[in-house]
């Protein structure tokens, strides 16, 4: 068989090309009218649970970037059982996370030991002001709503993990 | 000491053009490129003394995207270097984690178990596709093609798809953790990677018949940018570059590291000619093999746990590591020394890129204009692991 | 054309956590005896860990000849990278001191690494056999008062831009290199970036976050359990 | 004086003319931007192009040029202003000057020059100067290298491209692009009437060098080291925005377009038919909805050609200066004046 000049297959790539986004529809997306969901794994936004946070600082402590502030103070709160002493519990008064800094790298998520910290795919909340990113407790506990649940994994996966 | 034919047509050149400039009192011209310029892939500066259009001297200029990491490094806890590391070749960021984790896993002694092993070669693998497509396609669009650089963005989606679903991250993943793997694929990835792998065949049956093929790019390559291979090992150039040079050298093959290559079928290209379109031509080669590797491994991943048995908090023992690995853009390696803190208390980055590129003053004498570019993108460097 | 895979060493499947570091390596104690006689006193020492690397650290004055001879005679002629290490502990720890806090004490005693040292800053090279891929790592001294040591430019011409960047991180002086310009910060910029002893700005602009701890009860007794455990 | 235009006063027809002009200027540019830039190339690249201004992003074009519009002038400080300003205009005033001579009708022409390919050629070398000067006066040297690659070029394909018309000239012994059009439809291949005798299959060596003259006239790819957006940036229009860039965009499409209309009417038959289809055997039997579908019939065979020429384009890597030197002196034009000699040779000899 004769080789076909390089010439004329790079112009049969082409117009096949063509004949396949004609037919078979183009592979990108129309983004404001359609979209794609991410995978549920997807690092889009960090959701706050407020509920389970301890206000132990150990997510701010190891943000690579420094950009989780987190201020609480100790009160009592009235005992759980009857007659019981009172409890001291921690509230927190502030919990900011500064998307402008931050660099998605999850450890804060990781870290947190009482489950206060999850990953939600959200992916829209660009701000026009840069100030606008820094996302205060309300905020963060807003997210909460759109965290999946964590994906079944793959076989032969050790199951002991959580 | 250039290459015979450039050496030649360098020579004739000055030697034609010297009477002329005497004459006419014409003087070269300095022609500033970049560091905004559509050739260099980020903010490189490449000052070069032209004459006509013939490159007299060259130079590269770094430092415009120079974001300290060996310093940022020192302040930062093993975990966390991770998510640095992640940034320096921003195409195929996987693949810089592993180096750095296996550098402090030799310190502490910890060996992933064989899951993760087999995962993060796989992964490995993965963003070494994603990256490298992302070069065969933008290597048309360094020579004049628009084409190839849409294909090639429309398949590595599918490869950064792939691992944004198993890590959570399309170029950052910091997946990889001393000891293991931060958790285990989700259900499914495995077909999937399968489909996508016979997806980025076609696409580089696609590449070569469109851009490797074409007369055209090979006239524009061939017997471009020469580089010998003692040049090349004395520059210190890895990866495909020094491949394409004759050097048969590939860190996945030639060194023993807690990862799983060797468990697959596949096979180390290497090109005589030195030249731009030996470079070019190994790397799409590579791609292809790594298809391999990955179709091959998959089938044989291990059930097991992804993560060893390592303390919370991570300190590292004193001691200095070095340990590099074939990265898509060459060896990349982490020197690191620790003092038996949280941290690193040095770690040096050998990134390829920067010894990629530091040949540029000698490559480019004598070549023109456009081959500039041809040999840029050839060499294919990515500024983030220039400048580090 | 292409030689099939060599039968590499496979590394034991199970998941155990320990590496099994083979105890003798002959190879490299056979080259490790080998470049100590084709080098001769330069050596100072040197280091050499099982399955894993050699480290052996020369005299400053013999840097240039004795990486020639390498190439040379032991035919290391890959050349890996070039850097420095400043041995010397930083005094700013990691940023996380409380700036309203009086700076704690430090260990600022300067230990070296392998193959030991006797002066803060050092030199090292990498370089690496291209046949049998085994590679090594050469140290020099550099002494505080001239830091200053022969370029290695003649002997691996890639060595260029690595010394550049050495001398504008470590303000190390390589005697014969043509271009010692500054490869990553403008030409005015004045100090050392790498040097143990420059300050990084990014970690000293603000204080750390985590200095922040739970504001105790008003009056109340700080018990100092922040947590008290049934939160969850 | 035609028939068509019999009725209406000398000022009235210059201003049909004008307008007539215009539109066979810029309508065929704005398709050939929409079809083949905006959609044809997203299709080959697997995407669909622009679909938010009006129905399929129909409108689209109009948007750019609304927003071309806006934009400020720019000169930069060091350029020399007035030449820098003029350059555009010069290489869209060839464009005009080139379209004079094409006729779309058998009435329908805005000249009928004895020589007309001869002028269509010269005309269209004016726009090398056009963009030489835009080159020089941006005061970048990008521009500049940009500007000298393509007088270089330029005046390279020229050759080929007038010694590839040669053919033609002999085949049908005019210069008179009307009568060429005559000539290929009224003639009959191997004594079948019903093709005509378009010069395509007669000329097809001198065919395919005009194409790849044209290509390189009109700096696409391969051949578009002047513009060169990965080294030169933008060559020769770097320095350019708003109505400026927006007047060589215009004209780098409407040249196409133009180059089209003349390959098709050299080659293909122009705005013919084979006249044998209605039993026509001259111009003047020729009926008069010809003048109506002639356009049409030419505007199809125009976007023919440029469907080819923006194929290549969007397929191939570009060539390096000196090699592209070397194809025209050492490749296309040894062949076409063999061609030339062929031709003249079958021409005696028949």
């Known amino acids: 068989m004769p080789k076909v000049p390089g010439l004329v297959k790079g112009l049969g790539v082409t117009l096949g090309t063509l004949f396949n986004t004609a037919t078979k529809g183009a592979n990108t997306v129309q983004y404001p009218h359609e979209k794609e969901t991410p995978p549920i794994r997807s690092r889009g936004v960090i959701a706050l649970h407020q509920d389970n946070c301890t206000s132990c600082m150990l997510c701010s402590r190891s943000c690579p970037d420094w950009c989780i502030y987190i201020e609480a103070h100790k009160e009592l709160a009235p005992p759980r059982r009857e007659g019981g002493k009172p409890r001291q519990v921690n509230l927190l008064d502030r919990f900011d996370i500064d998307y402008a800094l931050c660099m998605y790298c999850g450890i804060c998520v990781e870290v947190c030991p009482f489950d206060a910290l999850f990953w939600s795919p959200e992916y829209e909340y660009s701000e026009p002001n840069i100030a606008d990113l820094l996302h205060d407790k309300t905020k963060l506990s807003e997210w909460m709503e759109t965290v999946p649940e964590a994906p079944a994994l793959e076989t032969g996966a050790d199951k002991k993990k959580k | 000491m250039l290459g015979d034919r450039q050496q030649l047509s360098y020579i004739a050149a000055q030697a034609a053009d010297a009477r002329l400039n005497l004459e006419l009192e014409t003087e070269g011209m300095t022609l500033n490129i970049g560091p905004q310029h559509p050739a260099t892939h980020g903010t490189l500066r490449i000052i070069a003394r032209l004459d006509g259009e013939q490159v007299v001297w060259a130079e590269p200029a770094c430092g415009y995207m120079h974001r300290g990491y060996e310093k940022l490094a020192e302040v930062r806890t093993f975990p966390q270097v991770t998510t640095l590391v992640n940034r320096i070749d921003w195409l195929g960021s996987f693949a810089n984690e592993v180096p750095f984790i296996l550098a402090a896993e030799k310190l502490m002694g910890v060996e992933a178990p064989t899951r993760a092993q087999y995962i993060r070669t796989i992964l490995f693998e993965l963003s070494r596709i994603a990256n490298v497509s992302l070069f065969l396609g933008d290597l048309g669009v360094q020579l004049g093609a628009i084409t190839p650089v849409f294909l090639a963005f429309r398949d590595r989606e599918y490869v950064l798809n792939l691992i944004e679903s198993a890590t959570g991250g399309r170029f950052h993943p910091n997946f990889d953790r001393i000891g293991g793997l931060k958790d285990d694929l989700p259900a499914g990835w495995i077909d999937e990677t399968r489909a996508v792998m016979k997806k980025l065949r076609g696409f580089c049956d696609q590449i070569e018949d469109l851009l490797f093929g074409n007369e055209i790019f090979q006239s524009r390559t061939r017997g471009i940018g020469v580089i010998p291979r003692d040049v090349a090992l004395q520059y210190g150039l890895s990866g495909a570059n020094l491949r394409a040079s004759g050097v048969d050298w590939d860190l996945r093959r030639d060194q023993s590291l807690p990862m799983m290559w060797n468990k697959a079928d596949w096979k180390v290209w290497t090109h005589p000619d030195g030249d731009s379109f030996a470079r070019c031509w190994i790397r799409l080669q590579e791609t292809r093999e790594s298809t391999k590797i990955v179709d091959q491994l998959l089938g044989s991943i291990p059930a097991g746990p992804v993560m060893a048995k390592v303390p919370k908090i991570i300190k590292v023992p004193e001691g200095e590591a070095w340990v590099s690995t074939e990265n898509p853009l060459g060896e990349m390696g982490y020197y690191v020394v620790s003092r038996g803190d949280l941290g690193p208390f040095r770690v040096k980055i050998r990134s390829a890129s920067f010894n990629n590129i530091s040949i540029t003053p000698w490559l480019l004498r004598g070549v023109y204009v456009p081959d500039i570019v041809t040999i840029l993108a050839s060499l294919y460097f990515i500024l983030g692991d220039i400048d580090r | 054309m292409l030689p099939k895979l060599p039968s590499a060493e496979v590394r034991p499947l199970s998941s155990n956590s320990e590496i099994t570091t083979p105890v003798v390596d002959a190879a490299r104690e056979e080259l490790l005896v080998a470049i100590k006689s084709s080098l001769g006193d330069a050596v100072v020492d040197s280091h050499l860990k099982p399955g894993d690397d050699i480290w052996i650290r020369v005299r400053n004055d013999a840097w240039q000849t004795s990486i020639k001879k390498l190439r040379d005679i032991n035919s290391f002629d890959y050349f890996c990278f070039l850097s420095a290490i400043d041995w010397m502990p930083s005094p700013y720890g990691r940023g996380e001191d409380d700036p309203t806090e009086p700076t704690p004490q430090r260990d600022m005693t300067i230990r070296s690494g392998y193959a030991g040292g006797e002066t803060r800053m050092q030199v090292f090279v990498r370089i690496v056999n291209s046949k049998t891929h085994i590679g090594l790592n050469v140290k020099a001294d550099v002494s505080d008062a001239v830091p200053t040591i022969d370029s290695l430019i003649t002997v691996f011409a890639g060595a260029n831009w690595h010394e550049r960047e050495a001398h504008e991180m470590f303000g190390i002086e390589f005697a014969g290199h043509p271009d010692l310009r500054k490869m990553y910060l403008p030409a005015d910029f004045e100090g050392h970036p790498m040097r143990k002893d420059f300050p990084l700005l990014a970690r000293m602009v603000k204080p750390w976050p985590g200095i922040v701890d739970v504001e105790p009860l008003p009056g109340g007794d700080d018990s100092g359990d922040s947590s008290d455990g049934d939160a969850s | ?350």
């Open chain 4, 1 to 350: 004086m035609s028939p068509l235009l019999a009725e209406i006063p000398y000022w009235g027809e210059s201003l049909f003319r004008v307008l007539g002009g215009l539109v066979a200027v810029l309508l065929p540019a704005g398709t050939i931007v929409y079809v083949f830039l905006f959609k044809m190339m997203s299709f080959m690249q697997s995407r669909l192009g622009p679909m938010e201004a009006g129905p399929y992003g129909s409108m689209q074009l109009f948007a750019e040029v609304g927003k071309w519009l806006q934009k400020e002038d720019i000169v930069p400080e060091r350029a020399d202003a007035r030449i820098f300003k003029m350059a555009p205009i010069i290489v869209l005033l060839s464009t005009f000057l080139l379209v004079v001579v094409v006729p779309f009708g058998p009435d329908a022409l805005f000249t009928d020059l004895e020589t007309g390919i001869f002028y269509a050629l010269a005309v269209s070398s004016v726009s090398v100067l056009g963009i030489l000067i835009a080159g020089w006066s941006s005061a970048n040297k990008y521009s500049l290298l940009g500007g000298l690659r393509a007088a270089g070029q330029l005046i390279a394909y020229e050759l080929p491209m007038v010694l590839a018309v040669m053919g033609v000239v002999i085949q049908a012994g005019t210069m008179n692009l009307q009568k060429i059009v005559v000539a290929q439809n009224s003639g009959s291949m191997f004594g079948i009437d019903a093709v005509g005798h378009p010069y395509l299959i007669s000329q097809f060596v001198g065919f395919v060098i005009f194409m790849i003259a044209i290509q390189a006239e009109l700096t696409q790819a391969p051949f578009d080291m002047p513009i060169a957006e990965s080294e030169l940036v933008s060559g020769y229009m770097t320095e350019y925005s708003g109505f400026r860039f927006l007047i060589f965009f215009i004209g780098e499409f409407a040249t196409a377009g133009v180059f089209a209309m003349i390959a098709s009417v050299l080659f293909l038959g122009g705005w013919g038919v084979p006249f044998s289809w209605f039993g026509w055997t001259s111009i003047d039997e020729v009926d008069n909805w010809m003048n109506f579908a002639g356009p049409l019939i030419m505007f199809t065979k125009m976007m023919l050609i440029v469907f080819i020429i923006m194929w290549i384009r969007f397929s191939y890597p570009r060539l390096r200066e000196d090699q592209l030197q070397r194809f025209a002196w050492k490749g296309l034009i040894p062949v076409a004046l063999a061609n030339i000699m062929v031709t003249s040779i079958l021409k005696v000899v028949f």
